[in-house]
């Protein structure tokens, strides 16, 4: 079975640049979530769908952070303009059911280098 | 807000030990999960604990719940080559939604 899929598995791009995401979560999941992952602080939520309807996202970092999930299967995140201290290493995830007892499976990461 | 902490940071053993990582959290938590992440790799889920003193088993690895559902631990026994990596809990407040904290993992290393 097809796990989470991520693209693209890495991205090196200037400051400034817009830089796209993409997830494709586990079918029939219909919780979402995107994660950061960064040395400094850890594995960190940034947005959470339900039913392709965004429930929480209290982690975006700021305006220039955007996610969509047009359907059930696809979602995107969005950075706009692009920071240097937006590199790190950008999770998807997935799970069935709302976001209370089920365990989440992660996709492989977009590492995403800003220079 | 809740805060889920996780010590040590770092851990490294001889091939043979006994290996411990804790997990604490400043409120009760409805359940508490558990992840490994491979070097290069993406967190992977292990196990869920949902009851007050819980104790779960997967062949070496033992995990606890504790009985305030506030601490939780994870034991390897005799560790191997196999166990390296980032070990991570994440904790769920009680009371509606409420979303998975992740502690900052503790960092295995075995030596051989």
């Known amino acids: 079975d097809a796990g989470v899929i991520q693209s693209p598995r890495h991205e090196v791009t200037e400051m400034g640049q817009e830089v796209t995401l993409r997830c494709k979560p586990i079918s029939g999941h219909n919780s979402l979530f995107w994660y950061r992952q960064t040395m400094m602080r850890g594995l960190e939520l940034l947005i959470y769908?339900?039913?392709?309807?965004?429930?929480?996202d209290s982690g975006m970092p700021e305006d220039r952070f955007s996610a969509k999930m047009p359907n059930a299967s696809f979602s995107t995140l969005k950075i706009q303009p692009s920071e240097p201290r937006d590199s790190a290493v950008y999770f998807c995830?997935?799970?069935?059911?709302?976001?209370?007892?089920?365990?989440?499976?992660f996709g492989d990461g977009t590492r995403l280098s800003i220079l | 807000g809740q805060q889920v902490m996780q010590i040590p940071q770092y851990q490294h053993v001889q091939e043979g030990e006994d290996f411990t990582t804790y997990c604490n959290s400043s409120t009760t938590l409805s359940n508490i999960q558990w992840y490994k992440q491979r070097p290069g790799g993406h967190p992977v889920f292990l196990i869920q604990l949902v009851k007050s003193g819980e104790v779960k088993k997967q062949k070496r690895l033992t995990f606890q719940f504790g009985e305030a559902k506030k601490n939780s631990s994870l034991h390897i026994t005799a560790t191997q080559t196999t166990d390296v990596g980032t070990y991570f809990c994440?904790?769920?407040?009680?009371?509606?939604?409420?979303?998975?904290?992740f502690g900052a993992g503790t960092r295995l290393a075995v030596h051989p």
């Open positions: 994440a904790g769920r407040g009680s009371g509606g939604y409420n979303k998975l904290i």
């Open positions: 995830a997935s799970s069935l059911g709302g976001a209370t007892n089920q365990p989440q499976h």
């Open positions: 769908f339900n039913n392709n309807v965004p429930i929480d």
